[in-house]
Structures are given as C-alpha cells and as structure tokens.
C-alpha cells in the first residue's frame, strides 16, 4: 500500500460528459501529480501541484483541469468526455528532494480506470 | 518521441535467470528512476540514481547510469516468477523543472 489513496476506481460513462478523479497523497506529501497511462501513449505526465500552487503542466488538454486543496488532496476534472480519454489516471505524491520541489521519488495510487463509450 | 525509451520493449526469459534492460535519454537529467508496474496496478518505485552517481544496488536489483552515452540499465539477477510485470525508467529533466517523465516500458516474462 502507497498510502495515495485515488476513487473511483473504475467508472464508465459517454462521450461529452464530465467526471471528477480525486487523489488523496501520503501524509506529509506536498507534491501531486497526475498521469494518463492509456494503451497508444504510454504514461503521460499531465499536471503537478505543490502546496495548492501548480507547478509543472505537460501534455493536458484544455478539456481536462486540475486542482490541490488546502488539505492537499487533488481532483482532476475531465470534460466534453471523447473515445480516446479512455485510459488509467494515475496521482502520485511525493516528499521533494532537498532545496525544492524537485522530483524525488513518487508514490503511486492504484489508479482510475476511466472508459468512455 | 519520448525522453526516456526502454530496449527491449519485451523479454521472456526463465527462473533463474537475469534480466536487463536498458534506457537511453536525450537531455540533461537530475536523476533517473526505475519503476515497476505489475498488470493494471499502480507504479511502484524501486531504485533512484542520481546524475553523480554511477552504479546503485538493491537487493536483486542493480542499476548502472552512463551521462556520457545518455543511458541506465537494470539487471534483475536470478529472477523469480513473482519479477513479471512491466519496468519503466522515468528522468528528472532539469530543463523541465525536474517533472518525471516515463518510457514506454519493458514487459518482462519470467516462466516458472
């Protein structure tokens, strides 16, 4: 056990619609980040947040949006579901590296399985 | 194409034996990470290696990293069973605010 905790686990929905992923990291983790781990694009880095501010973007689309709380879970929001939002989404938290919020070693939660139809 | 890219994309090999996979990169990196992914699981964290560094060892597992040659390998020696699963290295880009990015990863097979 990681200790991030994400839900749902699974959840099946269609196309246009919108879901919310929540992600609750290890105790005393700043850092969150979400991936998107489908068949065709391997693991994709989408978003980091330390501390509620976001950090680090990668390849998320304008359709997907993200936030930490000051609790420092996170949710990531998917809109205008499409077939290819099909995939895992992965939150991983970490405990940064000294002198930053630089990346050190990631715990990962056993995933979202989103399927869109 | 991606910054960290495993070879071979898939190994099958029996009990007993080692398994070694390799990573190669393209730009300057903090550190570099070796995760493991058993089928539909979360990613869980093996061994960590710094730019400084050269070689790190845990338990069955040791990790090489060349800066000169932008490449790390993982030997996993008298594999188990168990060691079946997918293995991805991930780097620290300085250039990018040390965000992890992954490779495709390496399917490993160990027949009993």
């Known amino acids: 056990d990681s200790g991030v905790t994400q839900t749902p686990k699974h959840l099946i929905t269609a196309t246009g619609q919108r879901v919310t992923l929540r992600c609750s990291p290890r105790?005393?983790?700043?850092?969150v980040y979400w991936y998107q781990q489908s068949l065709d694009q391997g693991l994709q880095f989408l978003i980091q947040y330390y501390n509620g501010e976001e950090r680090a973007k990668g390849n998320i689309l304008e359709r997907f949006s993200a936030q930490q709380f000051p609790d420092l879970h996170s949710e990531l929001n998917l809109s205008s579901l499409e077939l290819g939002d099909s995939a895992l989404y992965f939150c991983?938290?970490?405990?940064?590296?000294?002198?930053?919020?630089?990346?050190?070693?990631?715990?990962f939660g056993e995933g979202s399985r989103l399927t869109v139809l | 194409s991606q910054q960290g890219e495993e070879d071979p994309q898939a190994l099958s090999i029996q009990e007993g034996e080692n398994a070694t996979m390799n990573c190669s990169y393209k730009?300057?990196?903090?550190?570099l990470q070796w995760y493991r992914q058993n089928s539909g699981r979360g990613l869980v964290h093996l061994i960590l290696i710094r730019s400084n560094e050269r070689e790190k060892h845990s338990g069955r597992l040791r990790v090489t990293l060349d800066t000169s040659k932008k490449s790390s390998s993982l030997l996993i020696t008298a594999s188990r069973a168990a060691d079946t699963a997918s293995y991805f290295c991930?780097?620290?880009?300085?250039?990018?605010?040390?965000?992890?990015?992954f490779g495709g990863g390496t399917r490993v097979l160990v027949k009993p």
């Open positions: 991983a938290s970490s405990v940064p590296l000294a002198g930053g919020p630089n990346t050190g070693e990631l715990f």
């Open positions: 105790s005393g983790d700043l850092s």
């Open positions: 730009t300057s990196i903090n550190n």
């Open positions: 991930a780097t620290a880009v300085k250039a990018a605010g040390n965000k992890l990015t």
